[in-house]
T-cell receptor, first 117, second 111 residues
Framework: GAVVSQHPSWVICKSGTSVKIECRSL??????MFWYRQFPKQSLMLMAT?????????EQGVEKDKFLINHASLTLSTLTVTSAHPEDSSFYIC?????????????FGPGTRLLVL | LAKTTQPISMDSYEGQEVNITCSHN???????ITWYQQFPSQGPRFIIQ???TKVTNEVASLFIPADRKSSTLSLPRVSLSDTAVYYC????????????FGTGTRLKVLA
């Protein structure tokens, strides 16, 4: 149980294009989904938190107009990197939680490797 | 904010027991402590979670002292495949549903 998938697993795009990454909870309904970014040899950095049907909450320093998050249903959240540039190249990971309390376990997706040329 | 501090790296040999300690002095009353394992180019994988005393599952044990200001992840008889980064997480005091990842501990298991 508690499986989270991401699609695509890797993507290469040209600078200036937009890229959409999907995150799905396969066997549970996720009350909250999270998006992280991870650069090589570094820890995960939380980008934003989203709840189904409401606007995402972005961390300080994360441009909400550049990283568009849509949490359309209890099993799907999408991250769109708009007008991607080489510095956006990174490993993007989503996670989902389904608990009722504030500190419930997060289950992570396998990640999406983005390379912007 | 509940921050965590872990050793940056550890080396061990196959078959040994490995203990990774995490410090979380600002842990909140309702916080749980969760440990994740991450291999390169993969998302973190849930290992174990606890609130106090000791928790054991098929892969690890988690020891939490009474004051809950630290915790120790114990991996029995590690193998080469346990080489990974291990993260200790506690709930964020300021905002619900939010984990802040620390540096993690890079465990290298040697033959």
């Amino acid at each position: 149980g508690a499986v989270v998938s991401q699609h695509p697993s890797w993507v290469i795009c040209k600078s200036g294009t937009s890229v959409k990454i999907e995150c799905r909870s396969l066997d549970f309904q996720a009350t909250t989904m999270f998006w992280y970014r991870q650069f090589p040899k570094q820890s995960l950095m939380l980008m934003a938190t989203s709840n189904e049907g409401s606007k995402a909450t972005y961390e300080q320093g994360v441009e909400k107009d550049k990283f568009l998050i849509n949490h359309a249903s209890l099993t799907l959240s999408t991250l769109t990197v708009t007008s991607a540039h080489p510095e956006d190249s990174s490993f993007y990971i989503c996670s989902a939680s389904f608990g009722l309390s504030e500190w419930e376990t997060q289950y992570f997706g396998p990640g999406t490797r983005l390379l912007v040329l | 904010l509940a921050k965590t501090t872990q050793p940056i790296s550890m080396d061990s040999y196959e078959g040994q027991e490995v203990n990774i300690t995490c410090s979380h002095n600002n842990i909140a009353t309702n916080d749980y402590i969760t440990w994740y394992q991450q291999f390169p180019s993969q998302g973190p994988r849930f290992i174990i979670q606890g609130y106090k005393t000791k928790v054991t599952n098929e892969v690890a044990s988690l020891f939490i002292p009474a004051d809950r200001k630290s915790s120790t992840l114990s991996l029995p008889r590690v193998s080469l495949s346990d080489t990974a980064v291990y993260y200790c997480l506690v709930g964020d005091l300021g905002v619900a549903y939010k984990y802040i990842f620390g540096t993690g501990t890079r465990l290298k298991v040697l033959a």
